[in-house]
């Protein structure tokens, strides 16, 4: 990964990375604490957080 990760940044200098480039470099390291991903894959839950963030509230709470 990180051998990949040296080579878009050659290839794409102007690229600004992004957390998950960062996490991809510590994938094996979360497979051996955590285990399959899908016990602790997070998507679901950021993507209904992300529709709630979108709803329109007009700045009011409740």
């Known amino acids: 990964m990180k051998a990949y990760l040296e080579c878009v940044k050659t290839i794409f200098p102007e690229i600004s990375w992004q957390p998950n480039h960062h996490a991809s470099l510590h ?3 979360f497979l051996h604490m955590y285990g399959p991903m899908h ?3 997070m998507f679901p839950f ?3 957080i992300g529709s709630l963030q979108k709803t329109n509230t007009n700045h009011k709470i409740g």
């Open 27 to 29: 994938l094996d390291e």
């Open 39 to 41: 016990g602790w894959w």
């Open 46 to 48: 950021e993507r209904v």
